[in-house]
């Protein structure tokens, strides 16, 4: 129950990043400038609570050059995800992120060698199909960049959800946070140059904004996957539909097209399909069984849970 609360407050806090994003490069901020501020704004937040508590020791890590690939992947992934909702409408962009668990699988099936069943992959197919719907080629289709972008986001969060559960096993949230945020603003201080442009009260306080809910956002996420498994936390994930739909709503008076409400349920079903196999399987098989989910599948069909 802490693990699912952790990460409805992170989705809250991600989706509130991304609309602030939003308003930030409607507001003349070009992207490189928001990757950077968006690390470097939550960098002295970070050190000055931890200086204030007496708990700056939590940054001490023996294992910087994972922290340093973390960083590096998940560069990439917040360059997608903030391209992505500053592209798109923001339940477009959100719903492309749910694909995530789709790739998950391609990786596990096709990098990692690993057999997945039939389930699985219906539920691949059928969350491409719900990407499809939501593109609409042919009919007004969403921008090719911005599909780019919310498609590759899905692919990197995979890999990155790895690698953070991994770095949750020794590290302590915050200090994931820190040197993700850390190395992150040495990577986009690079094009800073390039970029930065002088700004106005408004536009200072939503990079300050988008600092300080993107560093909650992954304290949040970081912390969740330390108390819960990766299957049981991640369907909370939808909920951030919820939240781009109503800051859509709100602030651009723009509800999601038809398309959106045929395709956005197919991704998530996939999803959800996805999620609950992998969570039936891990009750199921043991890390020394010789059967392999296709042989489960095909020998017990009858005790797979209606929905799966």
Known sequence: MV???LRLAAMAMLSTMFMLAKLAGEAGVALP??????QAMSLPLIAGVLLATGR???LRTNRMASHARRATTGTVGLCCNLGAATLLPLPVATTLGFTTPLFAVLIAALVLRETVGKWRWTAVVLGFVGVLVIARPGDAPVPALGLAAGLGAGVIVAIVSFQIRDLARTEAPIACVFWFAFY???????LLPFYAQPHGLREWMLLAAIGLSG???QFLITAALRFGQVAT???MDYSALIWSTLYGWVIWDHLPAAAMWLGAPLIVAAGLIITSREHFLSRRISP???LDEAAIEEAQPEKIPVGT
């Open 215 to 217: 560093a909650l956002a």
């Open 288 to 290: 020394t069984s010789a």
């Open 184 to 190: 992150g603003s040495l990577f986009t201080a690079i």
């Open 233 to 235: 936390v991640v369907v």
């Open 3 to 5: 693990a699912i609360a």
């Open 33 to 38: 400038e928001l990757m950077f501020w968006r």
């Open 56 to 58: 700056i020791r939590l």
